[in-house]
């Protein structure tokens, strides 16, 4: 399953500096609880269903689980980078512009009539992380982090949490879905390229290639209009071409 983490990108003024990123507030109505079984509609194999929830909201529990799965996850594509990273998404988690999507499975692994009309707890297996920005003064929808647990993966759930968040976008009228990759996490590149994510205009490589090799990642986007598309994207490269 591929994982996307946001890192803070460079602005397309200038490869080094850190944009002077604006928080866009909405308003979504929660996710149902429980939503219907996913096993279904998605075909992924699992009994699961969705929660929404908001970075100063998260228990303590689902707070340690986030950071437990962010470092099976992601401390090997950081490498050296890690231990410094991983103290900044920390901070980023828990503010309250993050919103969540939060991916539980039924603890008996299966779901009937009269459990889904009964309260009932399931355990984390994944989770979306992501919030309202503004992008070269666009409003985009920004994926901090699509993070699944290893007996999740490979399951279609990461591709049907990626057309969610883009419905979610296209519903509020954003002009486009980004989040940053790293270049050593090639599952996850492959990944966004299947589902027809680009190279943005704002990833180091696009502002200036030799800024672009000395950097660990990309910024990857999937335009919804032409304004975006045009101040987003240099050309609809596709990403196994840069």
Not at 17 to 30: A, D, Q, S, T, Y
Not at 76 to 97: A, F, I, L, N, T
Not at 99 to 109: E, H
Not at 212 to 220: D, F, N, R, T
């Amino acid at each position: 399953m591929a994982t996307a983490e946001k890192k803070r990108p460079q602005s397309s003024s200038g490869a080094g500096m850190r944009p002077n990123r604006k928080e866009v507030h909405l308003f979504l109505p929660p996710l149902p609880h429980p939503s219907p079984p996913l096993l279904s509609r998605a075909g992924i194999g699992l009994s699961v269903y969705l929660e929404s929830g908001r970075g100063d909201r998260l228990t303590l529990p689902m707070r340690k689980y986030i950071q437990n799965l962010l470092k099976v996850n992601m401390e090997e594509p950081y490498g050296p980078e890690w231990p410094s990273e991983e103290k900044v998404k920390r901070q980023e988690m828990v503010v309250p512009d993050a919103r969540y999507i939060l991916v539980k499975q039924y603890s008996n692994g299966f779901t009937t009539e009269c459990s889904m009309n009964q309260s009932v707890e399931g355990r984390l297996v994944g989770f979306v992380h992501y919030r309202f920005v503004l992008e070269e003064e666009l409003p985009v929808v920004y994926v901090y982090e699509l993070q699944m647990e290893p007996s999740a993966q490979g399951k279609g759930l990461g591709k049907f949490l990626m057309q969610l968040i883009e419905q979610i976008a296209c519903k509020n009228q954003m002009g486009a879905v980004m989040l940053t990759v790293q270049k050593a996490n090639t599952q996850a590149m492959a990944f966004y390229s299947k589902l027809r994510y680009v190279i943005s205009s704002t990833s180091p490589s696009r502002v200036d290639p030799q800024i672009g090799l000395e950097k660990s990642y990309k910024i990857l986007c999937k335009t919804f209009d032409s304004k975006a598309k045009s101040k987003l994207e240099v050309c609809s490269v596709l990403l196994h071409m840069s």
